[in-house]
Nanobody, 120 residues
C-alpha cells in the first residue's frame, strides 16, 4: 500500500503565504515525478507544479513567480511554497506522485486533498 498525506492548507488573506507539504509512505522503491494539482467546484483538476526526481520543474503560468515546488527524495516529500496568494488560488490542492512499488508495480497516486482559501 502507498499513502500520500498532505498538510498545510488553510485560510489566508490575499497577498499572504502558505506552505503545503506532502509525504509518501508505504511499500515504495522509488518515486519519479511528484506534483501539486488543484480543483475548484465544477472545474477539472489542473496542474499547478511538478518536479521530476532529478529536479526538473514545471509550473502553470498563473503561479510562476509566486509558487515554488521542492522535494526531498530521501524523505519522500514534496512541498509547495505559495506566496502572494490571490483569491483565484482558492481550491483544494492535491499531491500527486508517480511511484514504483515493490514487486515492480508502478502507479499514479493521489493524496486526499487540502483546502486553501484566499479571502479577506
Amino acid at each position: 500500500q502507498v499513502q500520500l498525506v498532505e498538510s498545510g492548507g488553510g485560510l489566508v488573506q490575499p497577498g499572504g503565504s502558505l506552505r503545503l507539504s506532502c509525504v509518501a509512505s508505504g511499500s515504495i522503491i522509488s518515486i519519479y515525478a511528484m506534483g501539486w494539482y488543484r480543483q475548484t467546484p465544477g472545474k477539472q483538476r489542473e496542474l499547478v507544479a511538478t518536479i521530476s526526481r532529478g529536479g526538473t520543474i514545471n509550473y502553470v503560468d498563473s503561479v510562476k513567480g509566486r509558487f515554488t515546488i521542492s522535494r526531498h527524495n530521501a524523505e519522500n516529500t514534496v512541498d509547495l511554497q505559495m506566496n502572494s496568494l490571490k483569491p483565484e488560488d482558492t481550491a483544494v490542492y492535491y499531491c500527486n506522485a508517480d511511484i514504483l512499488r515493490v514487486m515492480g508495480r508502478r502507479g499514479d497516486y493521489w493524496g486526499q486533498g487540502t483546502k486553501v482559501t484566499v479571502s479577506s
